[in-house]
């Protein structure tokens, strides 16, 4: 039997929350999914040993995968390689899905899966939990997708300055991720921005469910977006932007598609602040260096671009000049921190 969704679950040490985001995915318990549980060479807790109970249990849904230590993004990678489904979810082992979300995306993809032609992505609503505040905000996208029809980009509207497709949000046709040829980066965090921006031109047909399927757990001192430990993995970041500058022609993209051309110039942009705001916060003689780099980096690859971010963009507020600039850029950005609560 063609199994309908894979979700990928990344786990790394992650006994301590693991089975809690395994079990939500089991609530969607049927011969037509499959859960692969990618332990990422943990050593230091049970993690090896939880996927190959939850294997063992459910034979006929979940497999456990063992890799060598390869980070976040070959634990996708991995994924992508061995799954069977139709479509691809990545699931992260501290995060989980809600339960009546899932069983209306699991009724809807089972009816693409029936069509000669499935659709290539469908789009839910994810959730911040905050975890220390005990408090929630939705993230939907009513006001930028058509509801209850299939649509492609120049269907859609505009997307707000905090809205983004996160690899929460997107659940991908898997033959696409394989023919447009992803492949994320070893050891490196962040990479889900690659995940969500990389295949995009390869999406022609879309759909989206305005139900709170994601809930994406923040607020833990150890999480990669939390500020201290994204400062410290900074060039992670960088690495990823630079992968992203390049991997499509954005000026060609918006003569062909020009809604999403602008949606993908627009999360550069975002992606471009971010590095140059956790450098800002480091402040440090070498860190600034790197901001200049970037920026110069950009400017060699598409001065048009480089100026049209850099000065007509949501980058503006990263590059206020001078030094009372750039601390009005770090009380701008922990005064959105506290209002959309993303770390």
């Not at 109970?53 to 990678?77: C, D, L, S």
């Not at 809600?98 to 899966?113: I, K, P």
């Not at 993995?233 to 390049?246: F, G, H, K, S």
Request: glycine share 4%; hydrophobic share 40%; aromatic share 12%.
């Amino acid at each position: 039997m063609q199994k309908v969704i894979t979700f990928a679950v990344p786990c790394y040490n992650s006994a301590d929350y693991m089975e809690h985001c395994i079990n939500s995915l089991l609530t969607a318990a049927a011969q037509d999914v499959e859960i692969l549980l990618i332990d990422d060479g943990s050593t230091k807790d049970d993690t090896p040993a939880i996927c190959d109970r939850y294997a063992a249990e459910y034979p006929n849904m979940v497999r456990a995968i063992h890799q060598e230590n390869g980070g976040h993004g070959e634990g996708v990678n991995q994924g992508i390689r061995h799954a069977s489904g139709l479509y691809y979810k990545v699931v992260d082992s501290d995060d989980w899905l809600d339960a009546d979300a899932l069983s209306a995306v699991m009724e809807q993809l089972r009816a693409f899966a029936a069509e000669e032609t499935p659709i290539d992505m469908l789009i839910t609503n994810y959730v911040y939990e905050h975890v220390l505040e005990d408090t929630r905000k939705v993230m939907r996208y009513t006001n930028v997708f058509p509801r209850k029809r299939v649509f492609q980009w120049e269907d859609i509207g505009r997307f707000r300055p905090s809205q983004y497709l996160l690899m929460h949000s997107v659940i991908y046709r898997t033959n696409l991720l394989r023919e447009c040829g992803l492949a994320l980066p070893k050891h490196t965090f962040y990479v889900d921005n690659l995940f969500v921006y990389q295949p995009l031109p390869y999406v022609k047909s879309m759909y989206y469910m305005d139900v709170d399927l994601y809930r994406y757990y923040i607020g833990r001192a150890d999480q990669s977006v939390n500020e201290h430990v994204m400062v410290q993995r900074v060039d992670q970041q960088i690495l990823v932007t630079r992968q992203m500058l390049v991997s499509h022609n954005l000026k060609t993209l918006c003569k062909s598609q020009r809604k999403l051309g602008r949606y993908m110039t627009n999360y550069l942009a975002m992606m471009m602040t971010i590095c140059s705001i956790f450098l800002l916060i480091d402040s440090s003689p070498v860190s600034l260096g790197k901001r200049t780099q970037l920026w110069e980096e950009l400017r060699a690859l598409d001065a048009d671009l480089y100026h049209k971010l850099k000065y007509r963009s949501i980058s503006m507020v990263s590059n206020i000049p001078g030094y009372q600039g750039r601390r009005a850029t770090v009380t701008i950005y922990r005064m959105a921190q506290r209002i959309y609560k993303f770390n």
